[in-house]
């Protein structure tokens, strides 16, 4: 398993104001991260697990699956997880012209501020596509891209067994981003042997800090908490 493959390797050299893959390895710090839900059949057993172990998350959220399952990010924000998003409807994000994309982002920005009060969250692209354009409107505006350091694979949606084996010997280290998703059952399967056994070893799992705050007039990133739905 190549657990950094060269796309992101490359992505991973570029400077963090434009994409960032680490978290602080300063401590005992990973990452996990959790892309394409909340979905209404896995994610609550997911969040079971990271109550369980006390583990904080971040979950890089489809719009429109955000509207499905409204209980679902609240609980996310109610439990300690960030907030992240990932476009409204999870397209292809290279057939899109740069004003589609900003569309898919801005909306989805606002329906999750509606739970976190923050008013621009850290942005994962779908499938992780690179766009020079958008990382350079970004940029302009003192924002990053978030991708990972480190694939657990699940999408693959193979045996857990063997994907546990994979990450058993090429374990991740402190600050590693670790990429998963919850529209599927493969990451809780294998958090449930793995999380016991990182914890052992002394990491703690955390969220994801905000993305970069922007200082200059006339926007904000992070609102007054006011419009949370409850
Ligand atoms: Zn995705």
């Not at 609550?44 to 369980?52: F, G, N, S, T």
């Amino acid at each position: 398993m190549k657990l950094l493959p060269g796309r992101m390797q490359v992505l991973g050299w570029l400077p963090d104001a434009l994409v960032s893959v680490r978290g602080d390895d300063r401590g005992r710090a990973l990452y996990l991260t959790f892309d394409d839900g909340p979905h209404g059949g896995c994610t609550p057993a997911l969040l079971d697990l990271l109550r369980a172990y006390r583990a904080c998350a971040s979950f890089f959220l489809v719009g429109r699956n955000v509207e499905r399952h409204p209980e679902l990010v609240q609980r996310m924000v109610d439990e300690g997880h960030r907030l992240g998003n990932h476009s409204y409807t999870h397209p292809q994000f290279g057939r899109l012209s740069l004003a589609q994309q900003l569309e898919e982002i801005d909306v989805t920005d606002r329906l999750l501020a509606r739970f976190d009060g923050v008013r621009r969250h850290r942005f994962r692209p779908p499938r992780g596509v690179f766009s020079l354009g958008l990382t350079a409107h970004f940029a302009a505006r003192r924002r990053n891209l978030t991708y990972w350091s480190y694939n657990s694979m699940d999408y693959q949606r193979g045996d857990p067994v063997e994907f546990i084996a994979r990450m058993r010997a090429a374990p991740p280290k402190a600050g590693e981003v670790i990429l998963m998703h919850d529209d599927g059952d493969c990451a809780i399967r294998m958090l449930e042997t793995l999380l016991g056994e990182w914890q052992a070893a002394g990491f703690q799992f955390c969220a994801l800090p905000h993305a970069r705050q922007t200082h200059a007039a006339p926007e904000q990133d992070v609102a007054v908490r006011s419009a949370n739905p409850g």
